[in-house]
Structure formats: C-alpha cells, structure tokens
C-alpha cells in the first residue's frame, strides 16, 4: 500500500514541497483543467495521488486563522495539524474546549475518531480524556440512513478497540468495549453482505459516496482486527470500482440513489467529483475538495486505487455497457418487500454517456432515474443533461421510508436541505408512476400519473449548453450537447418555463432559499398519460446535424397514450422495442428479463446474484474481490 514507510518519508517530503508550492499558486478547483492522460508509470502515478492529497491538507491548514474568510482550529484541521505534527499544543487545547459542548451523531462521530487515531500519539493525555469522555456523557443518535448507520458503527467499531475492556458506564451506549465491538462489527458485516450478494440502497450517490468511503478508509487504516482491516480495503475497492465505471472524464453518469437539486444538473459539482480527481486526477474536483474530502485526504497514504479501477477511469478503449443491479432504501411501511430490486443500464461511449433505471421509487426525495450526458471539456459550471420526470410528493410515500411522525412530511423536508420536493416545477426525485427502458443509448420514459396527485405534469430539463435547439413540426425536439447529437419527443403537449434553481448566500442562511435562473428551461407538459423518448449519437456519425435529424424522422415509430401509454420504435441501432406502461418492454420481439440480470454484468464488472464476488477487469488487467474467502487476486493478466 502506499502508506508502506518504505518510501513513504522521502516521497512525502518532494511532494510536500511541490503541493505546497502549487497551493501558493493556485489550487485545484480554480486552476486550469487538468491534462487528461493515462499515466502508465506506477511511481509516476503514485506521486502526483500523493501530490493531491498533500494539497488538500495543505489547503485545510492554510485556512487556519483568526482573520476572514479563515476559520480556527476545528476537528478537521486539527486532524490535519496532528498529521503534520504541527501546533500540537494548540490542538490539545482546542480539543479540549471542543469536548466540553460535543455534537451527537454520525458527522460528529467519524471526525472525532479521525482526531483520536491521528493523534493518539500526540494529543496531551488531558485532550483524549476529553474526547473519551464525551463518548461517555453523549448520546450518540445513530440516524436514519444507510450512510449514516455505516458512519455510525465504523466509529464505534473503532473507538471501542481503541479503548477495550472498558465497562458499559464509561460508554453513552451502556454497553461494555466488547459489546460495542460485537453490535457495530455485526451490523458492519451484515451490510456488507447485502450490498456485495444484493446490491447497495444508496447506489450511485453523487455525494454520499464520501460517507461510504471515508468509514471504508477508517477501516482499512485504523481496524486491530486484521479482517476487518480486509473487509475495509476490500469495500473501497468494491465502492471505487462501480465509481470509475460510472464515469466519463471524472464525472458521474447515469442514475443516482441520492443528488441534489445542483448536481442533478451541473454534474460534476459533487463529492464524487474530488474523488475522482483525488484516485484518478482526471477532472478538476469541487469547491473547497467537496468538504468531506478532507478527511479522505488525512488517511489516504493507506490506500492504493488499484491499477484496474485506474484504467477503468481514464483508460477508454471501448464502449462501456453495463446491466447492473441495486435495490431500494428499506420500506418501513405500506410495502410487502423490504428492499425491492433495482435494475440500473449503464452506457458509455467517447462523446456521451445514457443511463437509467426501471423507475419506481428508490430514495423518497433526491433519486435521479434517468438521463442523457454529454462529455465537456471544462464541466465546470455546465449543465451537459437532458431527461424528464414526474415531479412526485407524497407524505404517504415519504412515510414508507422514514419512521417518524407524518405531520411534518413532505413540506417538513424543503426546510432540511431538500428544497424542491414540495416544488411543481422540481427536476429532482422519482415517481411510482414512472417506467423506464433503455437500450444503449435509446431511452423510454412513459407516465400513467394518478389525476389527482398534487402535481399531474411531466417535467423536462432543457440545459443552457444545447446548442442549435430545434423544434420539429413532427414533434422531435433536436439539440447538440457538446459532440453528441439529442433527439428528445415529448408524446404529449408541453410548454416552456425557465428552469430556477435553489441558491443559499450569507443574507439567507437560516431562511428560506432563494431561487436563480440558471439559463436552462424546463418543458413542462401537463398530462397524465404521458412519456418522454430521447436518441443520443455522436455527431461524427453523421455528415450533418440535418442529416442526424433525418436519420431520427425516418425511424419507425408509433405510439398511444390510452388507455396506457404504448411505445413501438426501431431505434438508430436498428432494435426493435416495445414498451408498454405496467408491461416488461419488448426488444425484436422478446421480453427482458429483469429476474435475470446479476448483480453486475458487462464490460468491465461482473458479479453473480448473492456470490459476494466481483470482478474487475480492463484489458489484460484482472482483479476479483472475493467476500467469502476474505481475498483479492490480482493475476497480471487474463
């Protein structure tokens, strides 16, 4: 691993002095954009990773101060600071004055067991006193969450090994060292199982991975018990894997558990952003590394992203297509099943990426099922998506999902940091009343919207970046994204209305968000029985936009929206696909079979139903992460 002290010392030093350098100049996020290469020199590779992570320390140290816009000592740049044994004494003391008012919960937990580890060698036996006994005198919530009950017990796994034998009055929990461990490691493995044999509920997340990830790291860098020192380096891979495979030039593609309402458009303005840029260096990674990544960075040395999953993310020699599977957040409520499957296509060529799945309600507020992205040089501030929904809101559905009272739900959440799910006019969220099915890069959305939801209407996202926008007289709307050319049919009547998003800004912290027009619209077409189809292709197909347009005109296409919205389509790759609202799709001739599909199936993952195996290849490279036997092989080639 590159945290091996065999080289550890020398090349932290060179490329301390070169992060801290470029930090003067300029950091990541506002530089220009990165040079996009496959760096085939492992000690090359592994350098400029180091560099990264040595500027985010660095850029978090830096913001150390009395003076705006600098902040004090906080548990992260502490953390940071005890990494570089620096200001050791003033850490102790701000440790100190920190504990006397301790937060309570998974965001509070997994930081300050960070500080603990980091310095258990350094901080004053006054200032792990304090830490221990918040950890005594402070409930701990454990939340509501699969990332959070992840976060949660990673760090009482932790914290309870790193003060075993202890009896259950000195823990919040009123359980003794060992029965922390044995409830937390429990848990830990019992998720495990689910999502390497079942799939994860929060698959995809834009910016939750940093909540899967950085536990993962927690485990593999600070865990006594070697196993689960194994299990946490096996996760990151397994997490890793999925994330380079979903991306195109370090942005994120295709369906999403959980976004929000900014990177449902801006796509590269999440988490996963500085993730990728941080393992793979392909893309430029988000303001301030995303927050989280921070905490990334301070373990880091520990974890090596595989030269597999490398290859994956900046090495495209072919087209990806994957068939993959996830399932659902847990139904609490209303519901015969408790996580239902998922069933996520995943298509990836050069120019664009198309992405989706079936539809049906996975996370209550912030899923994205389907879309269309094209490939930016500079995805900084652009909007390279086109796709539609129905904008659902349900208290009874959002009851399915959270145990908690119904009277505040839904409008309860807008005020939460979910602001537009009570919203007509929102482009975030998932629908029962939406069915999806994509071949290659061909998708069909049709929607039987029950009359009296409170929002009968499908929603279109129309970005500011499509270029020569047409609206046919057949109907087909034309656009081109970047190199890729968009055919996008509405089935039924719409109009237009300028596409707001939600903004907070210093005078609304605390109040209510305020809304800005990003330059997009939005095609909303007030209909119950509804559907959406949309044919992507690169331009280089063609001789012409006229000739891509004429190419789509020419297809074969019927379709109905009564009594159910039907579908019948020859799409441009010559499928022929029928697809009718509450029936399996149709493709030349034969249904798809869901019930089939394993957990991971394609170009580059491949995973059988309930095997807890996956395999990772590119190439002559190979990789398989195997949860049964607790091993990795890692053959030279296949």
Wanted: charged letters at 20%; one cysteine or more; aromatic letters at 10%.
């Amino acid at each position: 691993m590159l945290g091996m002290k065999t080289r550890g010392l020398a090349l932290g030093v060179i490329c301390g002095v070169l992060a801290s350098a470029a930090l003067r100049a300029q950091i990541s996020y506002e530089a220009p954009m990165p040079v996009r290469r496959v760096i085939s020199d492992h000690t090359e590779r592994q350098a400029a990773y180091q560099q990264r992570i040595n500027e985010v320390i660095d850029w978090r140290i830096d913001r150390i101060g009395t003076d705006e816009p600098k902040i004090g000592i906080d548990i992260a740049s502490a953390s940071c600071l005890l990494l570089r044994d620096q200001r050791v004494s003033d850490v102790n003391r701000k440790i100190i004055a920190l504990m006397k008012d301790p937060g309570t919960g998974p965001f509070w937990m997994f930081p300050t067991v960070i500080a603990s580890y980091v310095g258990r060698d350094k901080l004053s036996p006054e200032a792990r006193g304090a830490i221990r006994d918040a950890w005594r005198t402070t409930r701990q919530v454990r939340g509501d969450t699969e990332n959070h009950w992840v976060m949660y017990h990673t760090s009482l796994y932790l914290m309870s090994e790193l003060y075993p034998h202890e009896p259950g009055n000195t823990w919040y929990t009123g359980h003794s060292s060992e029965e922390n461990l044995q409830e937390a490691r429990g848990w830990l493995l019992d998720w495990m199982n689910i999502t390497t044999g079942s799939g994860q509920g929060e698959y995809n997340p834009t910016h939750y991975i940093g909540e899967y990830a950085i536990p993962m790291l927690m485990l593999a860098s600070y865990a006594q018990d070697p196993e689960m020192r194994q299990r946490g380096h096996m996760m990151l891979d397994w997490i890793f894997a999925e994330l380079a495979n979903v991306t195109l030039e370090g942005v994120m593609r295709g369906p999403n558990s959980r976004t929000d309402d900014s990177s449902v458009t801006e796509r590269w303005n999440a988490l996963a952003s500085t993730f990728t840029w941080m393992l793979f260096g392909n893309n430029p990674p988000t303001l301030n590394y995303g927050g989280f990544g921070v905490y990334f960075a301070i373990m880091a040395d520990n974890y090596e992203v595989p030269e597999v999953i490398y290859r994956i993310a900046t090495d495209r020699r072919e087209d990806i297509l994957q068939h993959d599977r996830a399932r659902t957040r847990r139904y609490w409520r209303y519901s015969d099943e408790l996580m239902p499957p998922i069933y996520k296509t995943q298509y990836l060529r050069r120019d664009y990426a198309v992405g989706s799945t079936q539809g049906r309600i996975s996370d209550p507020i912030q899923s994205h099922v389907w879309d269309v992205t094209w490939r930016e040089e500079d995805p900084r501030g652009k909007h390279p998506t086109i796709f539609s929904l129905h904008p659902h809101s349900s208290g009874k559905v959002m009851q399915m999902f959270f145990a908690t009272y119904p009277e505040p739900m839904p409008r309860g959440v807008a005020v939460e940091g979910k602001p537009s799910y009570d919203s007509a006019d929102k482009i975030l969220g998932c629908s029962p009343y939406e069915q999806v099915f994509q071949n290659l890069d061909t998708v069909i959305a049709l929607y039987d919207i029950d009359p009296a939801e409170r929002f009968p209407q499908v929603n279109g996202f129309f970005s500011k970046d499509l270029n020569q926008v047409t609206e046919h007289e057949s109907g087909w709307i034309f656009a081109r994204g970047g190199n890729a050319y968009l055919a996008y049919l509405p089935l039924a009547d719409y109009r237009w209305i300028p596409h707001l998003n939600y903004q907070r800004t210093a005078s609304t912290v605390g109040r209510a968000y305020v809304r800005e027009h990003t330059g997009g619209r939005v095609l909303v077409s007030p209909h119950v029985k509804n559907g959406t189809i949309v044919q992507a292709a690169s331009a280089d197909e063609f001789a012409s936009f006229e000739a891509f347009q004429a190419a789509i005109l020419a297809l074969p296409l019927t379709y109905q929206l009564e009594p159910v919205p039907t579908v019948q389509l020859t799409t441009l790759r010559g499928k022929q696909v029928s697809f009718t609202y509450g029936s399996m799709p149709m493709v030349d001739g034969t249904p798809v079979d869901y019930s089939s599909w394993p957990l991971f199936g394609g170009t580059h993952l491949n995973s059988e139903l309930g095997s807890h195996r996956l395999t990772i290849t590119h190439g002559q490279l190979k990789r398989v992460l195997d949860f049964t036997t607790l091993t990795i092989t890692n053959p030279d080639s296949l």
